[in-house]
């Protein structure tokens, strides 16, 4: 079974150009998270969606935005590019809870975007 | 929402000996708690994980132990080794979905 793929596994951007993140889940998983993991640091939660609609979004600005597909890959947007969104982009799949009584479980990764403003 | 909080942020340990990661969580919803582990260069990975029903549980080297009442959790590392070298992220959430949170994580060294 396939994991969880992310594309571009690098990209390089100029301050306020735009920036577009791809990921595909697992097959079956209806959730995907985004995360932002600067150099050394945590975990930082940005996007969650599930069955197609956006559930909740961490502490970022509205430049950062993201879109999941009827097929629930999903897209993360960040506009107006500056210096300090220069990290690492992961997203995670999950099997969708908000159906049927099923528990939390088991964020699988992906392998991350490398992103770099310049 | 819910806030994780995990100490140390840094560990430095000898091989073969234990070391503890501490996180605590604000939320009492929470009934899911997941310790993922980071190689350098790699994605996070789950390790152990455990559900407010317990209030421990072991696989091999790594257990974990829940305290519900006071909100805090441990993942303890017995008879390190250097492969253990990582950082260690805990997170919290709720049954009913699956909004998890993460704590800052833990840079664990063990010296050969």
């Known amino acids: 079974e396939a994991g969880v793929t992310q594309s571009p596994t690098h990209l390089i951007k100029t301050r306020g150009q735009q920036a577009t993140l791809r990921c595909s889940p697992i097959s079956g998983h209806t959730s995907v998270y985004w995360y932002q993991q600067a150099l050394g640091l945590g975990l930082q939660f940005l996007l969650w969606y599930d069955e197609g609609e956006e559930r909740n979004r961490g502490n970022f600005p509205p430049r950062f935005s993201g879109r999941q597909f009827p097929n629930y890959s999903s897209e993360l947007n960040v506009n107006a590019l500056e210096l300090e969104d220069s990290a690492l982009y992961l997203c995670?799949?999950?099997?969708?809870?908000?159906?049927?009584?099923?528990?939390?479980?088991?964020?699988?990764f992906g392998p991350g975007t490398r992103l770099t403003v310049l | 929402g819910e806030n994780v909080e995990q100490h140390p942020s840094t560990l430095s340990v000898q091989e073969g000996d234990s070391a503890v990661i501490k996180c605590t969580y604000s939320?009492?919803?929470?009934?899911?708690f997941p310790w993922y582990k980071q190689e350098l260069g790699k994605r996070p990975q789950l390790i152990i994980d455990?559900?407010?029903?317990?209030g421990e549980k072991k696989d091999q080297r790594i257990a974990v132990t829940l305290n519900k009442t006071a909100k805090h959790f441990s993942l303890h590392i017995t008879e390190t080794q250097p492969e253990d070298s990582a950082v260690y992220f805990c997170?919290?959430?709720?049954?009913?979905?699956?909004?998890?949170?993460f704590g800052a994580g833990t840079r664990l060294t063990v010296k050969p």
């Open positions: 455990i559900r407010s029903n317990v």
């Open positions: 939320d009492s919803a929470s009934n899911y």
């Open positions: 995670a799949s999950t099997t969708g809870t908000l159906k049927g009584g099923r528990l939390a479980s088991e964020q699988f």
């Open positions: 997170a919290a959430s709720p049954n009913n979905n699956n909004d998890m949170r």
